[in-house]
């Protein structure tokens, strides 16, 4: 977004430094920097190629370069050493790369849309390569999220939503969870969970007027009573989004999974069971359907 002020396109952001007299009028580049702790670099036409925002000491901490009317790179500074680096293409992020100490990229993370959408996240290190991709529906719902690692499909997710736009099914690799009751309240009464072999879980949440009671949670004919309001999580509302946060979460997950794979044979076994291929992080952001809720199904399966 633009600001006109004597016929003169300002980016938005400026309103609130100083006056904009001090950024439009001709004074050396360390008047404009005491003035308002902004430096705008012009053409001869007198439109906005930089902008460059400076610490009280005169550090500089920020770059915006434009094109035109709009943000290409901004440039992060910490100690006048570039930390950070932004790409834009159409007021789109496009990468994104984080610089060590040393000046060397540490890792880069690139974005991919499709008629505004974001089709695909990838984050590139020295080690190996992971990225996301997402499929949407007519509704620009993501129908499905799918996580590789080096070029491997390694998770695909899916989701089905009803008429009122709420998740009605999610499915995994691990795990199928379909929504079977909900009150008029909005509350959630009843779903079930079948996990890859075939097992079927009956969750059961009870309500009186003044809200949440018990839950019930049946296993191959066996129940147990429990008093866990996590099991209330409304899996209807919780709808995935695509962002970056999801390649953290997924690396997240992947370490920890790496951690398991050098424990002793035993707890390799129990992490298996209890933590599958997604974090409890990222089921958070998905469907808030916890890990220690498979925990208590191994438990009840026993």
């Given at each position: 977004?633009?600001?006109?002020?004597?016929?003169?396109?300002?980016?938005?952001?400026?309103?609130?430094?100083?006056?904009?007299?001090?950024?439009?009028?001709?004074?050396?580049?360390?008047?404009?920097?005491?003035?308002?702790?902004?430096?705008?670099?012009?053409?001869?036409?007198?439109?906005?190629?930089?902008?460059?925002?400076?610490?009280?000491?005169?550090?500089?901490?920020?770059?915006?370069?434009?094109?035109?009317?709009?943000?290409?790179n901004i440039n992060y500074y910490?100690?006048?050493?570039?930390?950070?680096?932004?790409?834009?293409?159409?007021?789109?992020?496009?990468?994104?790369?984080?610089?060590?100490?040393?000046?060397?990229?540490?890792?880069?993370?690139?974005?991919?849309?499709?008629?505004?959408?974001?089709?695909?996240?990838?984050?590139?290190?020295?080690?190996?390569?992971?990225?996301?991709?997402?499929?949407?529906?007519?509704?620009?719902?993501?129908?499905?999220?799918?996580?590789f690692v080096d070029l491997r499909l390694i998770s695909q997710q899916e989701y089905n939503y009803d008429i009122l736009d709420r998740i009605k099914e999610y499915k995994d690799e691990n795990q199928r969870i379909v929504v079977k009751n909900v009150s008029p309240k909005n509350e959630l009464l009843s779903y079930t969970i079948t996990d890859k072999i075939g097992n079927e879980i009956l969750i059961v949440n009870h309500f009186t007027e003044y809200g949440y009671q018990n839950t019930d949670v049946t296993l191959n004919g066996h129940s147990i009573t429990v008093n866990d309001t996590s099991y209330v999580d409304n899996v209807m509302l919780k709808k995935p989004y695509a962002s970056d946060e999801d390649l953290d979460l997924i690396i997240s997950s992947l370490m920890r999974q790496s951690i398991q794979t050098r424990r002793t044979d035993g707890q390799a076994v129990l992490a298996k069971k209890t933590m599958g291929l997604i974090d409890r992080n990222i089921e958070l952001k998905t469907l808030p359907i916890s890990i220690r809720k498979r925990v208590l199904f191994n438990i009840v399966a026993r």
């Open positions: 977004m633009t600001i006109e002020y004597c016929g003169i396109s300002l980016p938005q952001e400026l309103s609130g430094y100083g006056k904009f007299t001090d950024l439009i009028e001709p004074k050396p580049d360390v008047e404009v920097k005491l003035l308002s702790g902004v430096e705008v670099n012009r053409d001869f036409r007198g439109r906005i190629l930089s902008v460059n925002y400076y610490a009280p000491n005169q550090d500089l901490m920020k770059q915006i370069f434009y094109q035109g009317m709009y943000v290409s910490s100690h006048d050493r570039l930390c950070a680096k932004e790409e834009y293409q159409d007021e789109k992020l496009m990468s994104k790369t984080i610089y060590s100490k040393n000046g060397v990229a540490a890792y880069t993370i690139k974005y991919e849309y499709e008629r505004e959408k974001l089709t695909r996240v990838s984050k590139t290190t020295r080690e190996n390569e992971i990225e996301v991709k997402y499929l949407y529906d007519e509704l620009d719902r993501i129908i499905a999220r799918k996580i």
